[in-house]
């Protein structure tokens, strides 16, 4: 604990410095010009706010509380229980000791046992930019000297976000009550939590089809030649070009090669939020594209196959590029789009009334990724947002397939897919 970190905002103003040395003044006239009743009830308060506050010094003293998250990124519907280790190091005991958790503003993750926030908390939570209706706390249990004690926080996912435990803040102080000290956590402690966009049912066939080549048979696995993993023994069914001629040559029985497998092709998607509000604000159908997104990447995971992410930049938000072939994960994509904020109107003088600015992304990045990338898949709320875009033309009509959340004509010769309609799973049977 840094000293310089120490707060006495919450502490009453009885204990306050001005306090204390205006009650030592003043029993100093009253005792000189001979007022001994005054002087004592003087004495006595600057005594009592003295000790109260020199209390709570000592109490923040050698107290550590440690934070542990089993989890850095949960789906909405989840649970997180942060662990609490409080450690008393020192002989003097600890009367009472809180951590207190400010919300969100986004509310994407609401403590299970929240609280309103006190009249004296509301100034600070909004200069803060944190929710003013609720907060989280948790008070621990008195600690004897050099006593440790443990206690859970449990907290509930409830929308896509990032929470941030920089604000998070440890209190205690004297047993009156009166002088009260708090400070930051360690900022090692000071983690940050993703609350992933929702995940929904969704068709995987539409990149099945545009990626796996029907032909082999493999579900897009291809195996590679120049890779011989092992071999096996030949059978009536296995094509000739397989067969390891080396060792017949030798003698020995048929044999066939069995190659390394590769997953030669990847989806990349390209993600422009500033068509949800071209037009109008579409909150609600951004959050909803960006779950269906999510649930993409996840379900091809599932099936092998590598996906990249880009999200626009606008703003003084700057674009965020992942691609497949530079090592992103699954986790890092969801990641981005948990952290993803929606662009911020602007006020346009001449039109006299607020609008998006345009997109911006990676475009260099984009388009050497492009010899990588097995195919782009472009969301947009709708086909008429892409006719501001010269990217799509530039990566090329074959290597780019338009997903729409909106259903309507097609965007020139590209592919165009309405995104909404890859949450029906086609069930068999």
């Not at 032909?215 to 094509?239: C, F, H, K, Q």
């Not at 999510?294 to 674009?319: H, I, N």
Request: glycine share 6%.
């Amino acid at each position: 604990m840094n000293r310089a970190e120490l707060s006495y905002s919450r502490s009453s103003f009885a204990v306050a410095r001005p306090t204390i040395i205006l009650a030592g003044a003043l029993c100093a006239l009253a005792a000189f010009f001979g007022q001994t009743r005054l002087a004592a009830a003087l004495m006595f308060v600057f005594l009592f706010a003295l000790v109260a506050r020199l209390w709570a010094h000592l109490a923040a003293r050698r107290v550590t509380v440690e934070v542990s998250a089993p989890e850095c990124g949960l789906f909405p519907g989840d649970e997180l229980c942060f662990g609490l280790t409080a450690k008393n190091d020192k002989f003097l005991p600890l009367i009472w000791l809180e951590v207190f958790a400010p919300v969100a503003a986004n509310r994407c993750l609401l403590p299970a046992d929240g609280r309103e926030p006190d009249d004296w908390e509301f100034a600070g939570l909004q200069e803060q930019g944190a929710a003013t209706d609720i907060v989280g706390e948790k008070r621990l249990p008195f600690l004897l000297w050099y006593e440790t004690a443990e206690a859970q926080m449990r907290w509930r996912a409830e929308k896509r976000g990032l929470y941030s435990m920089e604000s998070w803040r440890i209190r205690t102080g004297d047993g009156f009550g009166l002088a009260q000290l708090e400070w930051p956590l360690d900022e090692a402690d000071r983690q940050t939590v993703a609350v992933y966009p929702r995940l929904v049912e969704v068709s995987p066939e539409l990149f099945l089809r545009n990626l796996w080549n029907s032909e082999n048979g493999a579900r897009g696995v291809m195996a590679d030649p120049t890779v011989i993993r092992s071999t096996r023994d030949y059978l009536p069914t296995d094509s000739v070009r397989r067969i390891n001629w080396r060792l017949a040559a030798r003698g020995l029985p048929l044999t066939v090669n069995v190659y390394e497998e590769i997953l030669p092709k990847s989806a990349h998607f390209i993600f422009d939020g500033s068509s949800f509000f071209r037009t109008a604000p579409h909150f609600e159908e951004l959050e909803d594209a960006l779950s269906v997104l999510a649930s993409l990447c996840v379900r091809l995971e599932t099936l092998e196959v590598r996906c990249g992410l880009s999200l626009s930049g606008t703003g003084d938000a700057p674009p965020v590029s992942l691609f497949a072939g530079a090592g992103a994960g699954t986790e890092d994509l969801l990641r981005a789009m948990a952290a993803y904020e929606p662009p911020q109107l602007v006020y346009d003088r001449e039109k006299e009334k607020y609008v998006c600015p345009p997109p911006r992304f990676d475009e260099a990045e984009l388009l050497d990724a492009a010899r990588q990338a097995g195919r782009f898949y472009w969301v947009t709320y709708d086909a008429p947002a892409l006719r501001e875009q010269h990217l799509p033309e530039t990566l090329g009509r074959g290597a780019v397939t338009v997903l729409t959340y909106v259903e309507g004509e097609p965007f020139g010769d590209f592919e165009t897919v309405c995104l909404t309609q890859l949450k029906e799973v086609k069930r068999h049977g």
